[in-house]
């Protein structure tokens, strides 16, 4: 099958997850097919465009690992790829007079005033809101003429048929029918003369190649419009696919309260790009059999238009976390260092979580600590940061971590010294056992530290483990939870563990 796709984002907003999905699927689709992915920028709305959202648009698609062939970044064959700069060269013109020349097309010059009186009589009767005609759709050319001599600017709107059966084939729904009469007659182009995204999608889909429109269900409703519009010209329709919404677990429109919405928010967040593409395109979108974590040449392979689902796809912030965790965890070690420590210096991170929506001290102040060590001290860093990967689920969580392998004075959990710092008899002895089995040495594997722990033990009568590991676990990171105590013991290094019992022992009650 010959596919050519295009991801036709409007800059109005910052993209959040269900943009990106769309091109995701584009994506896939395309790359399935050894097709054509290409980018255009519809920014005819001039009012709603906003500045920098275009490159937001394409640092969004490239940090998820999208790869499109054409677009206003790369050009192409169909250059350019914005159709602002496509109308200011005038490629919109023709294709519009060839309409009002056809009589599929006619000028409207109603007013805002008598544009509000329909709508409040449409209101007030419960009829259909939109407009169906009013005095312009059958105007007598003289009635034209004389409003246009009068000054007045019209906007030029499409003669949707009456009485007729519209079709549009939906590759996951199907032939999906609408009544024509209940369609409204859209403006194709504005009276600044600037013409609307019905109107620039359409003429573009059909100039560009496009075999394939996949996007939101949200323009379902308009593609009886954009079916009308091919048919006026006589060209011959793309297939369309409309990609079903996503909702929050609760059922609910996804909004902010289900996480984040904007895309870069995630790679500030702490996400891997594959996790979090790759978690992006199961929502709606079924790879068969139970298959969960795939990489993107994986999913590529298996993607089919049939894989994706009518109903509604749930987000699960829980499912993406646990889904970062096992990519985090498949890092090799040396794309462990490099994932890090380029996570570590992005600026956009304290921004992130200095922010009071997301506002996480201990990550802030974690991640600094993890820039200098880079800096200072890359050696041991690159020990530390296998020890939590285990652990962890998004790269944010490294900082707050590793924390304690990086600062002169760990700080101590009060319910942990409270429990293991007082009227625990055994404890003082157990460190001084340590102090004196460290000095001296320069490093102490992990198996000595074993030994040296496991001797205190045994020689106490202490039965288990438990009650010598749980205070110098303590003593040493200042919590009781974290990565294996003798792995970590060895990391830390003699001078710094025999500082930390040190000040531990002055803390004993
Ligand atoms: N420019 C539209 C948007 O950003 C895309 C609609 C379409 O793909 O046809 O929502």
């Not at 976390?321 to 985090?328: A, E, L, P």
Request: net charge negative; proline share 6%; charged share 25%.
């Amino acid at each position: 099958m010959f596919v050519r796709v295009r991801y036709a984002p409007s800059p109005t907003g910052s993209p959040h997850v269900g943009n990106i999905r769309t091109a995701l699927f584009c994506h896939f689709f395309a790359r399935h097919h050894d097709g054509v992915m290409f980018v255009r920028i519809e920014d005819t709305d001039r009012a709603r465009t906003v500045p920098g959202v275009e490159e937001e648009i394409l640092e969004s698609i490239r940090w998820a690992g999208i790869e499109w062939q054409e677009g206003p970044d790369k050009g192409g064959p169909f250059a350019p790829y914005k159709q602002s700069e496509r109308q200011a060269q005038g490629i919109y013109q023709p294709y519009i007079d060839e309409l009002l020349n056809s009589g599929n097309a006619y000028k409207a010059f109603d007013t805002p005033e008598e544009l509000d009186e329909m709508r409040q009589y449409q209101q007030i009767n419960k009829k259909p809101f939109g407009y169906f005609g009013g005095v312009w759709r059958d105007a007598s050319a003289e009635t034209v003429a004389s409003a246009e001599a009068e000054g007045k600017r019209p906007v030029i709107r499409l003669k949707m048929p009456r009485g007729k059966m519209l079709v549009v084939n939906d590759a996951i729904r199907g032939r999906v029918e609408f009544e024509s009469d209940l369609v409204d007659d859209p403006v194709l182009i504005k009276a600044d003369g600037m013409p609307t995204y019905h109107f620039a999608a359409m003429v573009d889909d059909h100039l560009m190649g496009t075999t394939h429109i996949i996007r939101g269900e949200e323009w379902i409703s308009s593609a009886p419009k954009h079916v009308w519009l091919f048919e006026a010209f006589g060209w011959n329709p793309p297939v369309f696919v409309h990609v079903p919404v996503i909702k929050g677990k609760d059922g609910a429109k996804l909004s902010k309260r289900h996480g984040d919405t904007r895309m870069l928010d995630y790679r500030a967040a702490g996400y891997i790009p594959d996790a979090l593409a790759n978690f992006i395109t199961l929502i709606g979108w079924a790879p068969g059999g139970d298959r969960e974590i795939m990489s993107m040449e994986e999913i590529a392979s298996a993607f089919r238009l049939e894989g994706l689902q009518p109903s509604p796809g749930v987000f699960d912030a829980d499912k993406l976390k646990w889904m970062n965790g096992n990519y985090i965890r498949a890092l090799s070690p040396s794309e462990l260092i490099s994932t890090v420590s380029a996570y570590v210096s992005n600026p956009e991170v304290a921004a992130y979580f200095s922010s009071e929506e997301h506002k996480d001290d201990a990550v802030v102040s974690g991640v600094a600590l993890l820039r200098s060590a880079f800096a200072e001290r890359p050696d041991y860093v690159h020990q530390v940061l296998p020890l939590e990967q285990e652990r962890v689920t998004t790269l944010a969580e490294f900082g707050p971590a590793c924390a304690f392998f990086f600062v002169d004075e760990v700080d101590f959990d009060e319910k942990a010294t409270e429990k293991w710092f007082v009227g625990q008899a055994h404890v003082g002895p157990l460190f001084d056992h340590l102090i004196a089995g460290l000095t001296g040495k320069n490093a102490a594997s992990h198996e000595e530290c074993k030994a040296m722990v496991q001797e205190f033990v045994d020689k106490n009568g202490l039965e288990k483990l438990g009650p010598a590991v749980h205070p110098t676990r303590v003593a040493l990171t200042g919590k009781t939870a974290g990565p294996g105590l003798f792995e970590l013991m060895e990391v830390l290094g003699p001078a710094r563990m025999i500082k930390r019992l040190q000040r531990a022992k002055g803390m004993l009650k």
